[in-house]
């Protein structure tokens, strides 16, 4: 039973990717976040592709920028631009363990520096770097404590789903199926608890959500550019703008980091690592 529920869900990840990857091609987003709901959908299947349908799809065109204007769906951009550059890493970090027969702390700790490591050097810095003036540098200190405390939410899911599947369904060698859908389930929960953290960065700009890439025809009509023009509910990135974080930035860190060790302790304490 269980080789045909994975079955099944390959064949039912490889139809939603096909339809992400060829149906976001027209939609006005930015090209990282495009990138990212392909990577998401790759990760979690069909529950990416409703996730692209239900919070990015443009509806009707021209609509792009009030639909996504939603408080939601800009905490939904978010977490899709963590999951998919974190997810990126941590599968990395899974497949050397594998290899390497790594498992437990050692897995975890690999996982985690990876994740984060890509995650926040590419995904965030460097690819959103135009979002600061283009300073790969100055990208580099603004976005280090928000990819941190989502990074954390998202392996405080990931770790005890990933340990205790292991331990129930096993998929410990990368050539395993089970390996590939243990992942998927983990980033999925991950991707869960990474929600509500996301959305508190959105809501005091310290993380973009969604955005809106459109054709801008430049004057003699000649080529068109792109311009990236943030949603309504989340008009610009500099901190000068935005209003006081409430609870401030160190509590919310020091309460990821408690997220991420009960997260560790129910893997530790179910006897997965």
Known sequence: MLDGVILLWFVLTAMALLF????????PESPVLKWGFVLVTAYTGVFGAFLYVLGCREPLPGLHEQYTA???R???GSTMHCVAGDGVGILVGAVLAGALHLSGWWEVVLEYVLGFGFGWTIFQALFMRDMVGGSYWRSLTSTFIPELLSMNLLMAGMVPTMMLLKMHLGGASPASPVFWFVMSMALLVGAILAYPMNGWLVRYHLKHGMLTVRA????GHEHAMA?????PAQPSMKMDEAPTPHPSIPVMTVLSFVALAAG??????SGSM
């Open 216 to 219: 801008a025809p430049m004057a």
């Open 227 to 231: 311009a990236a023009i943030p949603a």
């Open 20 to 27: 992400v990857a060829i149906d976001i091609r027209t939609t």
């Open 70 to 72: 939603a408080r939601w």
């Open 74 to 76: 800009q905490a939904l």
């Open 264 to 269: 560790v302790a129910i893997a530790w304490l």
